[in-house]
């Protein structure tokens, strides 16, 4: 995409204009959402031993999507921060409260999978409730574009904003990339991991305070966006195998390479800017099906 928009023969002014303004921020926000997403998934998938724990399916993408649609409906017009600022820290306050109560539930129930998976089923209903309530009072413009935003656009983004989430997203990825060995142990059980000299309940819950921050700062910039997170770890499982030192980076690299087609596809469509999770939700959801059909799910879960 930006090969392209180099070899363009335009005018100068406005070429770099393009570059530098829209088509940069375009293509690290697709870079940085796509690797914190899917990284976070993997992590998240390792630490409560849920093949399902996508930051989407147990909620947490739900929290902070719904802080951030009250904060874009109802924010009031003199506020004591900008929004550039708000929407990111109402994000991460929406998603580290979603991760808190996951992570009470699996600890009361010593990380039963269903459990986890029915919590985060309950607090993505109850923020859907509530955004629907939200649907209610919303004028026209604050209705159309709270619809845009809950289906992902890597358009939102501008410097500004990158300043701020940017950082947190980048501290994420490579964090939890910094924790892939002491994940390792986590799969044989925590009792093996603390036999090793790991603290579980501190591996934990550090990286899902990380996960929680990176996601909270991607929905911020880019909205709600679906499958990458469920479906990519299993894929690269069954390819580089369950060593996170390798899964990991595979994720990072995967989630940024999906996202930078998904960015070039729409941008070289012209007449529309498709929402993100409309893409990828078409691409995800025969390929889950192709997934259980085959029996590749049961065989990770």
Known sequence: MLLTDWQWGGENALFWHILLQLQLPLVLTAILV?????????????????????????????????????????QPVQSLLPSVYLLPLGCFIGALLSTWLIYRVARRLRGAAMAVILAGIAISTLAGAVMAWLYVIADAQALRNLTFWLMGSLYQADWLV???AGPVMLLSVLYQLTQARRLNWLYGGETMAASAGVSPPQLIRRTLVASALGVGAAVSVAGSIAFIGLLVPHFLRQVVG?????????????????LLGVATFSEYLHLVTLPVSMITATLGGPLLLLALYRGQWKQHA
């Not at 993997?42 to 929290?63: F, R, Y």
């Not at 990991?248 to 989630?255: D, F, I, Q, S, V």
């Open 162 to 164: 990158l300043l701020v």
């Open 242 to 258: 369950h060593d996170n030192r390798v899964l990991l980076p595979a994720c990072a690299l995967c989630g940024a390479a999906i």
């Open 34 to 74: 796509g690797a914190v997403l899917v990284v976070s998934a993997g992590s998240l998938q390792v630490v409560l031993q849920n093949p399902l724990a996508d930051p989407g399916i147990i909620g947490i993408t739900s929290g902070a999507s719904l802080v951030a649609a009250g904060l874009l409906i109802l």
